[in-house]
């Protein structure tokens, strides 16, 4: 079983829907949650960073962690053409220590 | 405020071959981490760099070596390359031992290995 999880896709919806993506993860030890976005041969861009258990808003994006279930979400609501990209989730025990990356989940936004 | 710079943006070497890829971190950042994305993965930790000395490190072979100047910029070496060495090299930076110590991505540098 790998360390972090996540729905590889390809994810497509029109524009205008819900997303959810979803990561499972094994060790129950990590606190601190981010979300990616990647651009075709492009760096990843932060887009949210949670800790602990939680919801988290920022503008049409919200982070959710269940930490009970091992569990994390990132929900885009009126998602556009433009969130068409691979989305990873990440995770790390503590400050300091290096990140733990999803496979990552391949999303279009259909005009 | 310019963030991650990366250089170069694309790289073809053949096997056996060495390679140094370059970083320079986000303004006001410390700490250098590299990774190595291979094609449909996420990025895999190769190591991490504060104060000039490595600090964590992935699980990567002795191949992959570093260094941090101390200007906080950072050179990833990688010797007697292999072909699954192929992969985009992404370089992040960070503030070290703050609560919030996310990290910035650069666009990365892209090998070939043939």
């Known amino acids: 079983q790998k360390e972090v999880e996540q729905d590889p896709g390809p994810l497509s919806v029109p524009e205008g829907a819900i997303v959810s993506l979803n990561c499972t993860y094994s060790n129950s030890a990590f606190q601190y949650f981010m979300w990616y976005r990647q651009y075709s041969r492009k760096g990843p861009e932060l887009l949210m960073y949670?800790?602990?258990?939680g919801n988290k808003e920022d503008g049409r994006f919200t982070a959710q962690v269940d930490k009970s279930s091992k569990y994390i979400s990132l929900f885009i609501r009126d998602s556009q053409p433009s969130d068409s990209a691979t989305y990873l989730c990440?995770?790390?025990?503590?400050?300091?220590?290096?990140?733990?990356f999803g496979p990552g989940t391949r999303l279009s936004v259909l005009p | 405020d310019a963030g991650v710079t990366q250089s170069p943006t694309h790289l073809i070497k053949t096997r056996g071959q060495q390679v140094t890829l370059r970083c320079s971190p986000k303004s006001g950042h410390d700490t250098v981490s590299w990774y190595q994305q291979a094609l449909g993965q996420g990025p895999q930790f190769i190591f991490q760099y504060y104060e000039e000395e490595e600090r964590q490190r992935g699980n990567f072979p002795d191949r992959f070596s570093g260094h941090q100047f101390p200007n906080y910029s950072s050179e990833l070496n990688v010797n007697a390359l292999l072909l699954g060495d192929s992969a985009l090299y992404l370089c992040a930076s960070s503030e070290y031992g703050i609560h919030t110590d996310t990290q910035y991505f650069g666009p990365g540098t892209r090998l070939t290995v043939l």
């Open positions: 990440a995770m790390k025990f503590n400050y300091g220590q290096n990140f733990v």
């Open positions: 949670t800790y602990s258990s």
